[in-house]
């Protein structure tokens, strides 16, 4: 991983001189977004994706659980389509599998 482009902007915010608030407000700008890019990304987003994971975990072991006690089906139930009134019936190979 490359250091510099983290690095590179860091002397922006000790500027002194002609010109230094446009600079310094610049370095600030920076360094602060990738500090809190750099948070968001090692931090915030993973723990999101945890919570995330466990609660559907939790959520699928209970549809197992359910279907395993012999409870109802776990997910959607297809139905097959109908043809409307008019419309071309022929069913290709895989839809009339999946309809019988």
Known sequence: MRCEPYIAPFPLTLVSGAGAAARNSIGLLLVGGMAIGTFF??????SIYMLVARDYADERACQSATTAAGGAQAGPVLKPATAKRGAATAMTSAEKSMVS
């Not at 990304?41 to 993973?46: A, C, E, Q, R, S």
Request: proline fraction near 17%; charge should be neutral.
């Open 41 to 46: 990304t090692l931090f915030v987003i993973p």
